[in-house]
């Protein structure tokens, strides 16, 4: 949670992702779009709104092209991008070839990625890295868990989006970042806290979370990779 009082875009992020949702539900669909291609301008996963707004103008039955027309400024926002990197670098191909520092400028089955996770910890030494490796990977098992938990009990164009949002750089051959991009993939955050709505479940994962909190906001503080 502390990544939203960085500074990064993934606050800004955040806030778009949810006005545009919020704007399709109000059926203020130019409004939906428009926060739509903004979100896909500050981050390529964004892209996974193009789907949602599909589903939820599907899911309340719009046939208007004005609602069409507009889901697709998501999609314009990230050409956008690219059309500025063009003209600024000259190589609109550069968004995909500077991940590769972190080695995610190329996509793979997300069966791979898990593969090679598993490879990591059970042949390397255990350290910090494998400290955050694991962090990664139950991230990941744990939106699966999410999604197929609460399919029903959210809306499908919220469920929609998420599905889209963690497949996207799960496909990157790397699960580097999951914990920061499930805050992003804000519907699985209501989920979780439906599934630990009852019971006491919540009493031993929130003092576990709190802890986990101080632990990572420490190493991040001090300028190690945590997420």
């Known amino acids: 949670g502390f990544f939203l009082l960085a500074v990064y875009n993934d606050s800004l992020f955040l806030l778009v992702t949810v006005l545009s949702?919020?704007?399709?539900?109000?059926?203020?669909?130019?409004?939906a779009g428009i926060f739509g291609g903004l979100a896909a301008l500050a981050r390529f996963?964004?892209?996974?709104?193009?789907p949602a707004l599909l589903t939820e103008r599907f899911a309340t039955g719009r046939h208007d092209k004005k609602s069409l027309l507009a889901t697709f400024f998501v999609p314009a926002g990230f050409l956008l991008y690219l059309l500025y990197i063009q003209v600024t670098h000259g190589n609109w191909r550069l968004f995909t070839q500077s991940m590769g520092v972190w080695s995610q400028n190329k996509y793979v089955f997300p069966f791979?990625?898990?593969?090679?996770?598993?490879?990591?910890?059970?042949?390397n030494e255990f350290h910090f890295v494998s400290l955050i490796a694991v962090l990664e990977l139950f991230t990941v098992i744990g939106s699966v868990y999410l999604v197929i938990w609460?399919?029903?009990k959210i809306r499908a164009s919220y469920l929609a989006y998420a599905i889209s949002y963690m497949i996207i750089p799960i496909s990157s051959?790397?699960?580097q970042g999951m914990p920061r991009y499930f805050i992003h993939a804000f519907p699985l955050v209501i989920l979780l806290a439906e599934a630990l709505r009852?019971?006491?479940?919540?009493?031993?994962?929130?003092p576990l979370f709190l802890v986990l909190q101080f632990i990572f906001f420490a190493f991040?503080?001090?300028g190690h990779f945590v997420s």
Do not use: E, H
């Open 21 to 31: 949702l919020y704007s399709a539900r109000r059926s203020q669909w130019v409004k």
């Open 150 to 152: 609460g399919r029903k």
């Open 198 to 206: 009852k019971g006491k479940r919540r009493f031993i994962v929130l």
């Open 220 to 222: 991040f503080s001090q």
């Open 173 to 175: 051959g790397t699960f």
């Open 112 to 123: 791979q990625t898990l593969y090679r996770y598993m490879k990591i910890l059970t042949m």
């Open 45 to 50: 996963p964004g892209l996974a709104l193009f």
